[in-house]
């Protein structure tokens, strides 16, 4: 019998630029997670550096060995966290989600979408990442989305056929300055549903609030399981620290009922993609 997941949803504000301020928050967030015995807590995307780097006259981009991060492993103890940071990478700089377990960093994504348009401008000051992997934890196999990412059908598909059982959104959405009339929080609430639904898994989308360079960021984190049912939800436009206890056996039972997951056919679909990427289709 497998152990169930304690997951914290830490739905917070931070402050741009301002690393250790942010580090801080993160760190009274653990101690709160701790008591609440909590085996994961996810932080939204960006949590240590603020979304508008670009604004930020000094680099406060984290290299992965960094003191900084070092000591919030130190703050951690045991419980795993995904935290959001600007990168400092050899040569590019990335929108970066770690996930550290045991004092050590397991994996790293980078933002693989980003976002340029209207007051998004994240492709001027991050490279995207080149790679979407599944990792293992101690309750299973996961992978982590960041924001626009999910909202690329074929990312959350790959990292489910390399096997997650769980798909980890730190996001940084707003609801401001979008064309026309779209309301962010049902649109969220239809994709995370739709992709738990279709690819039988559990969604963990931890959104920020606050508001940063004219954005406003809306919160409304939430947990759906593999039936597209809202396990819980987090308010709008309101810091909240949410643990919710999850039966991760609940991904079987589901992909046993329908098995969507086992039917993807990847030598076709690899086939059709190399098809239409040699017809002009690979921007």
């Not at 550096?49 to 604004?55: C, D, I």
């Not at 940071?85 to 790293?108: P, Q």
């Not at 549903?193 to 960021?217: D, P, W």
Request: include cysteine; glycine fraction near 8%; aromatic fraction near 8%.
């Amino acid at each position: 019998m497998e152990k169930p997941l304690r997951v914290t949803l830490a739905q917070v504000d931070c402050t741009l630029g301002d690393v250790e301020s942010n580090l801080r928050r993160t760190a009274r967030v653990l101690a709160q997670a701790r008591e609440e015995r909590a085996d994961l807590v996810v932080f939204p995307e960006l949590s240590l550096t603020g979304y508008s780097v670009g604004r930020v006259a000094e680099d406060v981009s984290l290299q992965q060995e960094d003191a900084e991060l070092v000591a919030l492993l130190a703050e951690a103890g045991q419980t795993a966290v995904v935290v959001g940071f600007s990168e400092a990478g050899r040569l590019h700089t990335y929108n970066s989600a770690g996930y550290f377990e045991g004092g050590t960093l397991r994996h790293v994504h980078r933002k693989l979408y980003l976002p340029t348009y209207g007051e998004f401008e994240e492709r001027k000051h991050f490279s995207p990442g080149q790679a979407m992997r599944a990792f293992d934890t101690p309750f299973g196999p996961m992978a982590i989305l960041i924001c626009y990412d999910l909202w690329q059908p074929t990312l959350p598909f790959l990292a489910v056929q390399d096997g997650a059982r769980v798909l980890l959104v730190p996001a940084n959405s707003s609801r401001t300055r979008f064309p026309g009339d779209i309301d962010m929080p049902r649109e969220w609430r239809d994709i995370n549903r739709f992709h738990a639904r279709m690819l039988e898994s559990y969604v963990i989308f931890v959104n920020r609030v606050g508001t940063e360079e004219g954005l406003g960021f809306w919160g409304g984190s939430q947990v759906v399981d593999p039936w597209g049912n809202i396990v819980c939800e987090a308010p709008l436009d309101e810091p909240a620290v949410i643990t919710v206890e999850l039966d991760l056996l609940n991904v079987r039972r589901r992909r046993r009922e329908i098995p969507l997951v086992k039917e993807a056919r990847l030598a076709l679909l690899a086939r059709e993609i190399d098809r239409l990427a040699a017809e002009g289709g690979d921007l």
